[in-house]
């Protein structure tokens, strides 16, 4: 009993099934006899250099043809890809969309399929059988890459066998399906077949009795009526789909439908490879930084405008969370699940632009939440891919700089950590701290009581689990009030406008070292209010008017 051993070396095998499109997404397994017969014949004229069919090779096809294999099928998962290929058709001078094609294929990795025959051949046809096997180069598809080997008096128990021809009378209980292959009618039968069906047609066309001559066109007639109906199974098996079309055929002639009956899971759905859960740590502080495609500097937004650039970033961070649903991610929006301002201390997230290389120019968004920013925050920042300005032509570049608590960013390189230092304070903490963007009051301010500008700072200040400062010192006059005339100071999508549209320029002391980033006030998780530790300072003129003294 002769059998081959088929690998495929790229462990992907690929067959359309007779009758079916290639973008039906379906693959022939196993593979139908008339596959592998046809792949065989084909081996011997590609490789062995056919002119015609030797003896050896007509005996053994015919053999294998007369007898009905039996598979073992290895484990097996379908899978495909899907691509546009260009159609090369022009349409009004522009060539047309191109088509979508699927290629689908079985996934057997290195596992080998058995092909087992119930006949007997001779020397000469089995070393017919193994020259013709090891010149295979694919079965089915061209990228369907095959290495055969052929196996002697193979005679498998029926156990291992799980693609069997259906016979009459029998019948496979749960777990059993029927498919439906094309294999070649047995040689004898075809021959009788062939026989009787061109002397029907023959018999319409008779030739002249007696010694009578012909004429050229019965001749010709008689040659067209048998013409579709090759003379043997092997010259079947030689001709191409177009002829076989072109004389009206549905299927090849020679071949039939038989039933295979096979296991019910003999081919496997793979199911999508779902990500592994990722326990994401929670982080304080992440530091983006910004750029223009261009690398200009000269085009980043100014310092004036710490607020807008804010609230734009902002509202890309939500839609980012949201995709248009409701968001529930309370460290970027300050909100419950019910919709209510989170209670605590202003724990959640503060957006703060700020001007790491001091030219004047945001460049780097420090976002700070004392609460942690979860998984889910911490995607949504790490999405943000580009932002916007006012009057510059094109995106603003985003890219992740930093990630993690505060003493990280302290690791940054001059002249960024120089910067960051102040933001920070060092770190034993500082005891006085000045103002980098305008403090704008989150409250109507009176002459006296809680609501004035110093009551305001301290209960911004309690509010945030700070100690009250020991001194609140407005500057006026001094090139750091100055640079505070121009900032925006009001919302402009989200948010009331402040109470008080006025911006001040302050300076803390306190009675003990804190650490930053403070920002206080109206608008302080959108950079206003922010401060910096201050570092050793030279006069630089102006005036202090001191409301809280020591």
Request: charged share 20%.
């Given at each position: 009993m002769p059998g081959l051993l088929l690998r495929f070396p790229a462990g992907r095998y690929h067959a359309t099934p007779w009758g079916h499109h290639v973008n039906e997404g379906q693959v022939e397994w196993p593979p139908s006899p008339w596959r592998i017969l046809r792949a065989l014949v084909s081996s011997g004229f590609t490789t062995q250099r056919w002119k015609a069919i030797p003896q050896d090779a007509v005996s053994l096809i015919e053999k294998l043809a007369g007898s009905m294999p039996s598979y073992y099928l290895p484990p097996a998962i379908v899978a495909h890809s899907r691509h546009y290929m260009p159609i090369g058709v022009l349409d009004k001078?522009?060539?047309?969309?191109?088509?979508?094609?699927?290629?689908?294929?079985?996934?057997?990795?290195?596992?080998?399929?058995?092909?087992?025959?119930?006949?007997?051949?001779t020397r000469a046809e089995m070393e017919q059988l193994r020259v013709l096997a090891e010149c295979l180069g694919y079965l089915g598809r061209s990228e369907s890459w095959v290495e055969a080997k052929v196996v002697e008096d193979s005679a498998p128990s029926c156990a291992r066998?799980?693609?069997?021809?259906?016979?009459?009378?029998?019948?496979?209980?749960?777990?059993?399906?029927?498919?439906?292959?094309?294999?070649?009618?047995?040689?004898?039968?075809?021959?009788?077949?062939?026989?009787?069906?061109?002397?029907?047609?023959?018999?319409?066309l008779p030739l002249p009795e007696g010694k009578k001559k012909p004429p050229a066109k019965l001749l010709k007639d008689r040659e067209k009526a048998v013409a579709p109906y090759p003379a043997s199974l092997l010259e079947c098996m030689?001709?191409?789909?177009?002829?076989?079309?072109?004389?009206?055929?549905?299927?090849?002639?020679?071949?039939?439908?038989?039933?295979?009956?096979?296991?019910?899971?003999?081919?496997?759905?793979?199911?999508?490879?779902?990500?592994?859960?990722?326990?994401?740590?929670?982080?304080?502080?992440?530091?983006?930084?910004?750029?223009?495609v261009s690398g200009n500097k000269s085009a980043l937004p100014a310092r004036t405008r710490t607020l807008p650039q804010a609230e734009l970033l902002h509202r890309a961070m939500v839609s980012i969370l949201g995709k248009g649903q409701a968001v529930d991610c309370p460290?970027?929006?300050?909100?419950?699940?019910?919709?209510?301002?989170?209670?605590?201390?202003?724990?959640?997230?503060?957006?703060?632009?700020?001007?790491?290389?001091?030219?004047?120019?945001?460049?780097?968004?420090?976002?700070?939440?004392?609460?942690?920013?979860g998984g889910e925050a911490q995607r949504a920042i790490r999405g943000l891919r580009r932002t916007w300005t006012k009057g510059v032509a094109g995106d603003l570049q985003l890219a992740m700089s930093?990630?993690?608590?505060?003493?990280?960013?302290?690791?940054?390189?001059?002249?960024l950590g120089k910067r960051i230092e102040e933001l920070l304070g060092p770190p034993g903490g500082a005891r006085t701290w000045l103002i980098s963007t305008p403090f704008v009051p989150p409250r109507f301010l009176k002459q006296r009581g809680a609501n004035t500008l110093e009551g305001q700072v301290q209960a911004e200040l309690a509010s945030r689990g700070l100690p009250p400062a020991a001194?609140?010192?407005?500057?006026?006059?001094?090139?750091?009030?100055?640079?505070?005339?121009?900032?925006?100071?009001?919302?402009?999508?989200?948010?009331?406008?402040?109470?008080?549209?006025?911006?001040?320029?302050?300076?803390?002391?306190?009675?003990?070292?804190?650490?930053g980033p403070l920002s206080l006030g109206y608008a302080a998780h959108f950079g206003l209010g922010l401060f910096v530790a201050e570092m050793p300072a030279t006069d630089e003129g102006g005036s202090l008017q001191c409301l809280v003294s020591p």
């Open positions: 001078g522009r060539e047309k969309s191109p088509t979508l094609v699927f290629d689908t294929w079985l996934d057997v990795g290195d596992a080998a399929l058995e092909i087992h025959w119930g006949c007997e051949l066998l799980n693609a069997v021809p259906h016979g009459d009378g029998t019948r496979r209980g749960p777990g059993w399906e029927q498919i439906s292959l094309m294999a070649p009618i047995p040689p004898p039968e075809y021959a009788g077949w062939r026989s009787e069906t061109t002397k029907r047609l023959l018999a319409g030689t001709r191409d789909t177009a002829w076989w079309k072109a004389h009206g055929w549905s299927q090849p002639p020679g071949a039939q439908r038989v039933l295979y009956w096979r296991p019910k899971g003999a081919i496997q759905v793979g199911a999508p490879a779902r990500p592994r859960t990722v326990t994401v740590r929670p982080v304080t502080t992440m530091l983006l930084a910004m750029t223009t460290e970027i929006t300050g909100r419950d699940e019910q919709g209510r301002p989170l209670l605590g201390g202003h724990s959640h997230a503060h957006i703060l632009p700020v001007d790491l290389d001091e030219d004047g120019r945001l460049d780097h968004f420090l976002i700070h939440a004392p609460m942690g920013l930093g990630s993690g608590d505060l003493d990280t960013l302290r690791a940054l390189p001059a002249p001194e609140v010192c407005v500057l006026q006059g001094t090139a750091e009030a100055l640079a505070l005339r121009h900032f925006v100071r009001r919302r402009q999508r989200g948010g009331a406008p402040p109470p008080v549209d006025a911006g001040y320029a302050l300076r803390l002391r306190f009675p003990e070292p804190i650490h």
